[in-house]
């Protein structure tokens, strides 16, 4: 029997546990466990993989998404666009600054921002635009950056998805997710795409004062110690978890690689099936799949996954509860918007395992036992 999990960071790292093992040790020797030297060889290593001028590493995705908002000194009331189908991280920071998020559907394809919703959203009082590159998926950059800078509204990528992935703007010009907004966040939470050991995130930018700024805020505001300029809080990237990321880092590309090859494995075995709506790959972007995440159609999704579960496959539904819809959002009038396609989202999505470590034996386990219990279900 195999021992099936969504995703496997044991296996990965057993590959590279030497180097690992090495690079963990060495901070232990030096005792530089904050601010040490792999912080800051990450943050230029990182920087340069992603082609921006910066990169800020702190404390893991959620604070970055919060850090770009105070950076943007942005006031409570504020309207803050982005999508309900997230995870609620990017919408928490939101509440917790006291803005109001302005949710608009997604489209069922891509499962990121509408273009048309998004210009419909837009009112003096916007002072961001989030959209959130989900399940590794880009979202349309060129025509949301297009809009951004028609109202002259910036744009803060949620790129904790979809690292490694890239973009293709019309006229050729092909760059990486995450380089695009006027700031970009990421995550290195263990199961992302470039995960750490630990919690781990950073903020991206072009603009040498935005940098200084963000790095400010992640620093209890100060730029000289003990001198404080503004509100801030305490995020730090720490020194073992810089080294880990600075060895995964090399492999990105190729873990990329990996979870693309599973994508088509599943897409080739699901393909032609009227109760699976496999994946959507936007020709603009290259998709890394942090989820393989599919629509199941006439087949009830709750049975689906506990006849799964007794062949010990596991799957999980991200997010069983749109952000809109969550408790939390409701003093911010998150009920009151109306999301049809993301509702529906909501209701069908599934998503199987997906990591770098499958072997093609496991997929096919995997593939052949998903179809059976579709075809057991569809009867
Ligand atoms: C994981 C994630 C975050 C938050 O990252 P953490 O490191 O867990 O704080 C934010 N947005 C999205 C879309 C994510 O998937």
């Known amino acids: 029997m195999f021992n099936l999990q969504m ?32 912080v800051q060889e990450f943050g230029k290593e990182i920087a340069q993989y992603i082609g921006v001028k910066h990169a800020i590493p702190c404390a893991n995705g959620t604070d970055a998404l919060q850090i770009a908002l105070m ?11 982005t999508t309900s189908f997230t995870y609620i991280a990017t919408v928490e920071v939101m509440a917790l600054l006291r803005l109001k998020p302005i949710f608009v559907d997604v489209d069922a394809d891509t499962f990121t921002m509408n273009i048309d919703a998004l210009k419909k959203a837009i009112t003096p009082n916007t002072k961001a635009i989030v959209p959130v590159h989900l399940y590794g998926q880009s979202a349309n950059m060129e025509a949301v950056l297009a809009i951004a800078n028609e109202h002259n509204i910036p744009v803060i990528e ?3 998805q979809a690292i490694g992935g890239s973009y293709t703007f019309s ?6 997710n995450g380089s695009m907004g006027l700031i970009s966040c990421t995550s290195f939470f263990p199961s992302k795409n470039l995960g750490c050991y630990g919690d781990g995130g950073a903020m991206f930018t072009n603009d040498d004062a935005l940098a200084e700024k963000l790095k400010m805020i992640a620093n209890h505001g100060q730029k000289v110690r003990y001198y404080h300029e503004m509100v801030g809080c305490n995020s730090r990237l720490d020194s073992i978890q810089a080294a880990v990321l600075r060895i995964k880092l090399k492999h990105l590309d190729e873990y990329c690689d990996a979870r693309r090859a599973v994508a088509d494995y599943y897409d080739n ?34 049975q689906v996954q506990a006849l799964l579960a007794e062949r010990k496959i596991p ?6 509860v749109p952000c809109h819809k969550q408790n939390m959002l409701k003093e911010f009038g998150g009920a009151d918007f109306v ?41």
């Open 71 to 81: 950076a943007l000194d942005v006031k409570p009331g504020d309207e803050v666009i």
């Open 158 to 160: 949620d790129n904790a």
């Open 171 to 176: 006229d050729g010009r092909t760059v990486k």
């Open 7 to 38: 995703v496997d960071l044991k296996r990965q790292y057993e590959k590279i546990k030497p180097e690992i093992d090495a690079a963990i040790q060495n901070v232990i020797n030096t005792t530089a466990f904050i601010g040490g030297p792999d």
């Open 315 to 320: 799957s999980m539904i991200y997010y069983p």
């Open 339 to 379: 999301l049809p396609t993301t509702d529906m989202l909501q209701d069908c999505v599934i998503s199987l395992p997906i990591h770098t470590e499958f072997t093609t034996e496991e997929l096919n386990f995997i593939t052949t036992n998903f179809l059976e219990v579709i075809a057991q279900l569809a009867k």
């Open 269 to 302: 075995a699901f393909k032609g099936n009227t109760h699976i709506v496999t994946p959507f790959r936007a020709a603009y972007s290259k998709h890394v799949f942090h989820q393989y995440t599919l629509q199941l159609k006439g087949v009830n999704r709750d």
